[in-house]
């Protein structure tokens, strides 16, 4: 079988989804990419900035292809991506903008994972498979957590 043929079906399949059912299914793979992918560039950051979000937004800028920005310190930020990496669709399987939502579930993974006692919340703005010429992802601090929960 050939599998570009298997993922058309993948692409009607997801689109049959509601939007709350991509997210959960998409956080599963987002969740899996991230981990065996960019996490460990993220913890670096992390480590680099000891923790501080204005300063690891900044620094996102020193990584190829990514561009971060501090809209409002301590609240709101943004990160843009250059380049479609994910390779469903760079091999050509999948162009469908519905996969966007796996970048974005693993975007809030990759943050929940470093700061573990905030909430936050991750906007798809525009992507490359929209037809933009990059990926920005709007990310807000919605709430801190209770260091006991």
């Known amino acids: 079988m ?8 993948f692409e009607l399949g997801i689109a049959r989804l509601t939007e709350e059912e991509r997210k ?9 990419c991230v981990r065996n992918g960019v996490l460990p560039i993220y913890e670096k950051l992390y480590k680099d900035a000891n923790g501080n979000m204005d300063t690891f ?12 920005k501090v809209v409002k310190e301590g609240q709101i930020y943004r990160l ?34 470093l700061w573990q006692e905030h909430d936050f919340r991750v906007t798809l703005c525009c992507s490359i498979l929209q037809g933009n010429e990059k990926c920005i992802m709007q990310i807000e601090v919605i709430q801190g957590r209770s260091q006991s929960s």
């Not at 050939?2 to 079906?9: A, M, P, Q």
């Not at 937004?57 to 971060?68: C, D, M, T, Y």
């Not at 970048?103 to 809030?108: C, D, G, H, P, Y």
Request: with cysteine.
């Open 2 to 9: 050939d599998l570009s043929n298997w993922f058309k079906g």
């Open 24 to 32: 959960r299914f998409f956080a599963e793979c987002g969740k899996n």
């Open 57 to 68: 937004f900044r620094k996102a800028n020193e990584l190829p292809g990514v561009s971060g």
């Open 80 to 113: 843009s991506f250059l380049e479609c990496t994910c390779g469903l669709h760079t091999e050509g399987y999948v162009r469908t903008p519905l996969l966007c939502e796996c970048s974005r579930q693993s975007v809030l993974y990759a943050l929940h994972s």
